[in-house]
């Protein structure tokens, strides 16, 4: 698997991955930014009618395009790049390819454009997964165990922040209320209705990560109950374990087709320790069950 993964054709999936993903985010940080604006220009602005009625007019502007183009476009990509992704994992993992829940794979020609709009570091995408040295299936069990809980960490992660942001952005509204003696319809109307746009937009990406975690973590448990059971009749009956990774997979990819991934800066601010983690569990892997 290590070869393959960072073979030209899994590097290109990669790359291809990686820039759909690019695409959606984009869409999803111009969403924040915007509503960051809209929020400070209406607190500037609140004592000016006129003013506040114009960014209220540029705030409904802005929703209503972020509606009719922002959202289709990024979920476009979102699904490009889940496909992509259901690609790059049937193919290193063994697994069949499911057809109804999924679709058609994505055309090479399409792949190869894609990943020609990566101008990234490489090197970042080699060693994609870690790979246990282990017998057979537990390779193929540790690299679905390590998607569902290192994505359960950083999600759970980057939730609790949006948490964090929206609780700061009201406490400083209250202080600000009580630091100018101001009535409880000023802290309304002159902090939290400006900044309801961008309230929302945390508030929502809370609740997305919340229910992504949850999900991992329930079918993680699973999966390492398969692992750490060695009379477990999963591994001792090749099709119902064909069945139980394909149930896993499809789990994965109906996350990855309403939830995108997180921001590489994000990701990559963690990497290395979560790396460091779950190379721990793959070496106790290892020494439980040897490759012959």
């Known amino acids: 698997m290590v070869d393959q993964q960072n073979s030209v054709a899994g590097l290109r999936l990669l790359k291809a991955i990686a820039v759909a993903h ?3 985010q984009r869409a999803q940080a111009a969403s924040f930014i915007v509503s960051i604006i809209l929020a400070v220009t209406g607190l500037l602005t609140g004592a000016h009618p006129k003013l506040a009625a114009a960014i209220g007019l540029a705030g409904a502007c802005w929703a209503a395009l972020y509606k009719a183009v922002m959202v289709p476009w990024a979920e476009r990509y ?3 790049a889940a496909i992509l992704q259901e690609m790059f994992d049937t193919d290193l993992l063994k697994l069949s390819w499911n057809r109804v829940a999924v679709g058609d794979r994505i055309g090479d020609d399409e792949v190869s454009r894609l990943s020609r709009h990566f101008h990234r570091d490489e090197s970042r995408l080699r060693g994609y997964y870690l790979v246990a040295n282990a017998a ?3 390779d193929v069990l540790f690299c679905l165990e390590q ?3 290192w994505g359960s960490r950083v999600r759970l992660r980057f ?3 949006m948490l964090g942001l929206l609780a700061l952005w009201s406490v400083a509204g209250i202080l600000l209320t ?10 309304l109307a002159g902090w939290f209705v400006p900044s309801l746009g961008l309230l929302l937009l945390c508030l929502d990406m809370y609740r997305t990560q919340m229910a992504s975690t949850r999900e991992r973590l329930r079918v993680l448990a ?6 750490d059971d060695p009379t477990s009749t999963l591994i001792a009956t090749p099709s119902t374990l064909a069945v139980f990774t394909r149930q896993v997979q499809d789990t994965l990819f109906h996350m990855r087709r ?3 991934r997180l921001p590489t800066w994000y990701f990559q601010r963690y990497h290395d320790q979560d790396k460091t983690d779950f190379q721990v569990k793959m070496l106790d892997l290892q020494t439980r069950y040897p490759r012959s």
């Open 22 to 24: 690019l695409y959606n």
């Open 258 to 260: 309403l939830q995108p």
């Open 78 to 80: 979102l699904r490009i």
């Open 178 to 187: 009580l630091a100018t003696d101001a009535t409880v319809a000023r802290l």
């Open 147 to 149: 998607n569902l809980a």
């Open 222 to 227: 699973l999966v390492r109950a398969v692992i």
């Open 159 to 161: 939730a609790q922040m």
């Open 136 to 138: 057979a299936p537990y």
